[in-house]
């Protein structure tokens, strides 16, 4: 579970944009993961691979992690392993990686991503399942004797699960060094922690020996828990498309207001102060009251159709225009159900784009001059 401690956390995404939410835990628990993992050697998991009868040696990933990523990949198959190739935790690991090493902040598809992985991640944590690294089969014989220095196996054999050192191999192969860790294979399924077990699902429930606190399944589990919790308190954007900004309630609200505001108009004149009103709209926030109105607003500022994966609770916007003032304010008007909008003495808001005022309030704006002149 992620902690209940959280930093602020401010930063851009890539369209520019700022995001103010809190720390995700699970990036940095990755991280630390993976750094543990690349950190661990073949030689201290005691799997650097076996020579070959003309002395070469099959090549073996030198770290926990690489053969956490290769585990059952074509490459390094066993024989009779039932995984083709196709399917395997270093295909997770990729995705996963790459997008906690090139995202500020996780799309909605990132989520769905996670959560394939925590199907798959099952998959392998089946209690009965093959390609569970618990259940990784091996043979080895019943018993053994020494005769002359020479290691001599009976030709009954047994299963051994997990891993794949136990005393017939020691005693075979001392020039490797290795002893016997007896948590790490067994003679039932689901029993052993083997490296590979360990990296995966490490936890409370199943400590590691190798000092791995919490293994991927946890980790994608608390990512999942952390996206779908935690909000991004604040979302400063730049306007990409104004005409979807316009579609959302508050915005178009406030603009109905605003437009009709004396003070941003100089005096008999239907010319609006744009630079101010522009002004204005930076000094306000708006509420996010649905998912609907979070994707239009996601349109309006990255003009793609892209979500995040963490509820965006306000928002407000970093800088405008003119230009784009004038685009908000004329989408919004046609939106409307008035097509002209009286501001102050009888004058109508005049704006680049919007249709000519009544004609009758020319009329009565020239009658009430002439009026006066001759007054």
């Known amino acids: 579970m992620p902690s209940q401690s959280k930093k602020k956390n401010i930063q851009r995404d890539e369209y520019g944009n ?3 939410s809190p720390t995700l835990d699970f990036i940095i628990e990755f991280k630390k993961w993976e750094k543990q993992l690349r950190g661990i050697s073949a030689k201290r998991i005691q799997s650097e691979g076996r020579e070959n009868k003309d002395g070469s040696r099959k ?3 030198k770290t926990l992690y ?4 290769q585990h059952v990949t074509a490459a390094f198959r066993r024989p009779n ?4 190739g196709d399917k395997g935790a270093y295909k997770l690991l990729d995705k996963i990686t790459k997008a ?3 995202r500020t902040v996780f799309t909605e598809e990132d989520l769905d991503d996670l959560k394939e992985f925590q199907d798959d991640l099952t998959v392998f944590e089946q209690a009965e399942g093959k390609l569970n690294p618990r259940n990784t089969l091996f043979t080895t014989p019943k018993s053994f004797d020494e005769v002359d220095g020479e290691v001599v196996p009976s030709e009954a054999t047994k299963p051994l699960y997990g891993h794949y050192v136990d005393k017939f191999f020691v005693r075979k192969y001392p020039k490797k060094g290795y002893k016997v860790k007896t948590k790490w294979s067994n ?4 029993t052993a922690n083997p ?3 360990q990296a995966l699902f490490a936890g409370p429930k199943s400590p590691s020996d190798l000092g791995i606190e919490k293994g991927l399944i946890q980790i994608v589990d608390d990512a999942i828990e952390e996206l779908e919790s935690e909000k991004i308190n604040l979302y400063t954007i730049g306007i990409k498309r104004a005409g979807a900004l316009a579609r959302l309630p508050s915005v178009k609200k406030w603009v109905n207001s605003a437009i009709r505001n004396k003070r941003f108009y100089p005096e008999n004149s239907g010319k609006i102060n744009l630079r101010a009103i522009g002004n204005a709209l930076l000094a306000q926030t708006f509420p996010i009251k649905s998912e609907a109105e979070q ?3 996601m349109i309006a500022a990255t003009n793609k159709q892209v979500n995040y994966a963490q509820d965006i609770l306000r928002f407000k916007v970093g800088q405008i225009t003119p230009a784009v003032m004038t685009t908000l304010i004329r989408e919004v008007i046609s939106r409307g159900s008035q097509e002209h909008i009286k501001v102050r003495n009888g004058y109508y808001l005049q704006l680049r784009g919007l249709s000519d005022p009544p004609s009758e309030t020319h009329k009565d704006i020239k009658k009430s001059w002439i009026e006066m002149l001759w007054a």
């Open 59 to 61: 090549a073996v990933p």
């Open 18 to 20: 700022t995001i103010d």
């Open 295 to 297: 994707k239009v607003l």
């Open 195 to 197: 490296p590979l077990a």
């Open 66 to 69: 690489g053969q956490l990523r």
């Open 100 to 102: 906690i090493k090139t």
């Open 187 to 190: 003679s039932s399924m689901n």
């Open 81 to 84: 392993s039932v995984n083709a």
